[in-house]
């Protein structure tokens, strides 16, 4: 064998050494996991306050949901920094393509965008290694000028702003149930609730809720789930003359209820004939995010 076929082995194989391993639940572990997951999936324009642990050093930033063009990251002039959620990364690990832009803003002089997600290995920290404090605190927006706070934009970022206000899908949180939002896409109007569960035991428990004729949100009607970062998200049709937030003490009636039927479930009582059925049902309407 020639030396450059050698070499070539050579770097295949430290290539599959490196190769970063899937995270089919990426935010697991983290405190507001299921934040995390909204930020990810569901929510327009919203932001949290992070703190983090680089090279022995503390430091701040922002994460949000969508940064200009789509950048994963930037380090504003006036030294504030910003990872985006949705900025389209895919290592098959979000939690370290996230902490790789996360450290990229830290490298970047002030001013300078982290324009794409830089290169993830099996060897970058994960958020799990450089968040500190306690789960973020998501704050919900009516657009995106967050992304500037007076500053000056030059043309590319100000017409990606224009755009992205335009675009932006009214979002409403319902506090009584952790990770529940209703939101406006057209003409309808929907609840989607990111379950801090895992997926299985999720769906048994909506299933019983559902054979029971218990999963209705109000006069919301259970439309089935999506699955995303390893979590269950079931979506409610909702009146769409009426106000998101009218919605909230029923969605904490629904999750008193959900979490009976999740404790009967985990304490092992089986599934009866019609909430294996009512599972089989749901399982059939579920789309898979990734």
């Not at 380090?75 to 920094?81: P, S, T």
């Not at 259970?222 to 003490?249: H, I, K, N």
């Amino acid at each position: 064998m020639g030396k450059a076929a050698r070499r070539k082995g050579a770097d295949k194989k430290a290539a599959r050494a490196a190769r970063v391993p899937f995270a089919a639940r990426p935010f697991e572990g983290l405190p507001g996991e299921t934040g995390w997951v909204a930020m990810r999936e569901i929510l327009p324009a919203a932001t949290a306050k992070l703190s983090f642990s680089h090279d022995g050093a503390d430091h701040t930033a922002t994460v949000a949901t969508v940064l200009p063009l789509a950048w994963a990251g930037l380090h504003r002039a006036d030294g504030e920094r910003f990872i985006a959620t949705q900025s389209g990364a895919g290592s098959g690990d979000l939690s370290r393509d996230l902490a790789a832009a996360l450290i990229g803003t830290v490298e970047a002089e002030p001013g300078q965008p982290v324009a794409k997600t830089p290169p993830v290995t099996a060897e970058t920290p994960r958020l799990q290694d450089l968040l500190t404090g306690d789960a973020p605190q998501i704050e919900l927006h009516d657009g995106f000028d967050f992304w500037v706070d007076q500053q000056d934009l030059d043309d590319a970022t100000a017409a990606s702003l224009e755009q992205a206000n335009a675009a932006i899908t009214p979002t409403v949180a319902l506090p009584s149930a952790e990770s529940a939002y209703w939101c406006r896409i057209g003409e309808r109007t929907y609840v989607r609730w990111v379950l801090a569960h895992g997926e299985d035991e999720a769906t048994a428990a909506l299933a019983r809720l559902h054979a029971a004729g218990n999963d209705a949100l109000g006069e919301g009607r259970l439309l089935g789930a999506f699955r995303t970062c390893g979590l269950l998200v079931p979506v409610w049709e909702v009146d769409a003359q009426a106000e998101g937030a009218s919605y909230d003490a029923a969605m904490g009636e629904l999750a008193g209820r959900f979490d009976e039927a999740l404790a009967s479930v985990r304490g092992g009582e089986a599934l009866t004939d019609a909430e294996r059925r009512a599972r089989a049902g749901l399982v059939s309407r579920q789309i898979t995010i990734r």
